[in-house]
């Protein structure tokens, strides 16, 4: 058990909304940790299932878990709540439908603590476990001095809080935005503006369960192009060139979001632009590449459209 005070490493701030069938999940993967210098969060958003009994449940058995209960505001609105509560040095979130494989935490802590140059560490990313779709993100083992930098390496894949450990410090100024759609996306422009140094790693692992009943799930018009909004203000924002190769990479995600979006939409938001057909991670992107290239994003868009009913 971890005491509360102010020399703790590691706050864990998971924002709770009606999971009662999940929380346990979630919270014992974290509880299974091997560290104790620590503190958990459980911020009840407003839930009208049994989540917030059980968070208090789990507050009362447990020292270093703290329970929280404010009237619903969101995702973003209980992260920041959290954020004003959290002692520790460092801070990471965890999504209460979510959970965090054994032995994760402990050597990102160990890291950090031989390299106090270090402000945020990222960590791998299994998503929708057990669906067909199921991907393993790995960010490669690197240090980057320069922020700008890692968002090139491997463009929007970054743009996950939950499979990382940040300095507190950073959110001194920051609060993810009230009522916005991809708000990890948002958030981490005004991160990189602060210049972080970024170390990323192969080992641990942040287990992202796609909530198909969820929002998102139900809503891929709006949401997709909520993403590209998002894209698009990510590179206005940090005043990305995409013409440049470097951002090719960067621009490809805005593109597959724009393919799609167009598909339910037949909206265009992305600027036309002409980008290098090899060096991405699969052979359908270089293939979106040559097609942009040769008949234009719009054609491309249309392409797409009707190859896709």
């Known amino acids: ?79 920041n709540f959290g954020l004003q509560h959290a002692v520790g040095r460092y801070v990471t979130f965890v999504d209460s439908d979510d959970e965090v494989a054994t032995d994760t935490y402990a050597p990102l802590l160990d890291a950090l603590a031989k390299h106090a140059e270090y402000d945020i560490i990222e960590f791998t990313m299994l998503q929708k476990p057990g669906l067909p779709d199921e991907t393993l993100f790995c960010p490669g083992e690197h240090v980057f001095d320069e922020a700008l930098d890692w968002l090139a390496y491997k463009g929007t894949e970054h743009c996950w809080v939950c ?20 708000e990890d996306m ?56 995409t013409r440049r190769r470097r951002w090719h990479r960067l621009y490809m995600d805005m593109l597959t979001a724009q393919l799609y979006t167009f598909r339910r939409t037949e909206t265009i938001l992305l600027k036309p632009q002409r980008i290098a057909i090899w060096g991405y991670a699969t052979w359908k992107d270089s293939l979106k590449a040559l097609l942009v290239d040769t008949i234009g994003l719009r054609m491309t868009c249309r392409l797409f459209k009707t190859l896709s009913r």
Not at 10 to 33: E, G, M
Not at 63 to 76: C, D, E, T, V
Not at 213 to 229: F, R, Y
């Open 1 to 79: 058990m971890c005491i509360r005070d102010r020399s703790m490493t590691l706050s864990i701030i998971i924002p709770i909304y009606n999971v009662a069938d999940s929380l346990c999940r979630c919270v014992d993967s974290v509880l299974a940790q091997r560290i104790s210098d620590c503190e958990l969060l459980l911020v009840d958003d407003g839930s009208t299932d049994e989540s917030g009994r059980i968070a208090d449940e789990y507050a009362a058995k447990h020292a270093n878990i703290r329970s929280f209960h404010k009237p619903n505001g969101g995702l973003s609105d209980a992260r």
């Open 186 to 241: 948002l958030t981490h422009i005004e991160l990189i503006k602060q210049h972080p140094c970024i170390a990323t790693v192969n080992h641990g692992r942040y287990i992202y369960h796609y909530n198909t009943e969820g929002i998102a799930a139900k809503d891929k018009a709006n949401g997709l192009t909520s993403l590209l909004e998002a894209q698009l203000t990510l590179v206005k924002e940090l005043g990305i060139d």
């Open 163 to 182: 499979n990382k450990i940040f300095k507190r410090e950073l959110f001194n100024n920051i609060r993810f935005p009230i009522g916005k759609k991809f």
